[in-house]
Every structure is written in C-alpha cells, then in structure tokens.
C-alpha cells in the first residue's frame, strides 16, 4: 500500500518561500506520477502541479505558473514543491497525490490520482 507523508507547510509572510517535500513509500517510487494539490477554506480541492515518472513533462495551475517548481527525486522516493512569491490567496491545505497511470482523467482532475497525503498547511499573510 503506498502511503504518501507531506512536510514542510507554515506560515510566511506574503512575497516570502516555502518547500513542501512528500514522502513516497510501499511501491516503486519512480512508476507513479505525481502531483501537489491545494484545498482553500471553503473551496474545491484544486490541482496545483505534477510530474511525469521520468521528470517531465510538468504541467501548473496557472495562477502558479512562474512562482512554483514541482520536482522528484527517485532515488530519494520524494516529491517537491517549491513555492516562491507567495501570495495570500495561496493559504490552503497542500495535498501530495500519486498516480498509478491506470485513469484516464485529465491530469488536473482528482479522480486520476490513487493515492492522498494527509495534507499540510500553508498560511500566506499580507
């Protein structure tokens, strides 16, 4: 089963940076494609970025394009992101998914991903 540990969520200041690593175990890491998700208060859960197993392509939100960098490392079963000039209205709880490849949904819907994190929190102040 795999089982997928978010870290690195906090508060920061608007303008400011954060790294959220997702820890990947109980199948082949480098098989799956993953993605980052975020769940606003009072909002749907929103597809914020993934990667390809191989690194590539990767594919943004828009309202992230530019300020966020998913990454991967295989060897190390770990997934990134990494958050710059951070904004208010990217307050949400942060979500790491992984995909199996078996769906046939669009990458940016959730039902194409297997398996959920527990989620961890990003606050932004103005």
């Known amino acids: 089963q795999v089982q997928l540990v978010e870290s690195g969520g906090g508060l920061v200041q608007a303008g400011g940076s954060l790294t959220l690593s997702c820890a990947f175990s109980g199948r082949t890491f480098s098989s799956y494609t993953m993605g980052w998700f975020r769940r606003a208060p009072e909002k749907e859960r929103e597809f914020v970025a993934d990667?390809?197993?191989?690194?590539?392509?990767?594919y943004y939100v828009d309202s992230v394009k530019g300020r966020f960098t998913i990454s991967r490392d295989n060897a190390k079963n770990t997934v990134y992101l990494q958050m710059n000039s951070l904004k208010p209205e990217d307050t949400a709880v942060y979500y790491c998914?992984?995909?199996?490849?078996?769906?046939?949904?669009?990458?940016?819907?959730?039902?194409?991903?297997?398996?959920w994190g527990q989620g961890t929190q990003v606050t932004v102040s103005s």
């Open positions: 990667i390809r197993w191989s690194g590539g392509p990767t």
């Open positions: 998914a992984a995909d199996r490849g078996y769906s046939s949904d669009s990458y940016y819907s959730p039902s194409k991903y297997d398996y």
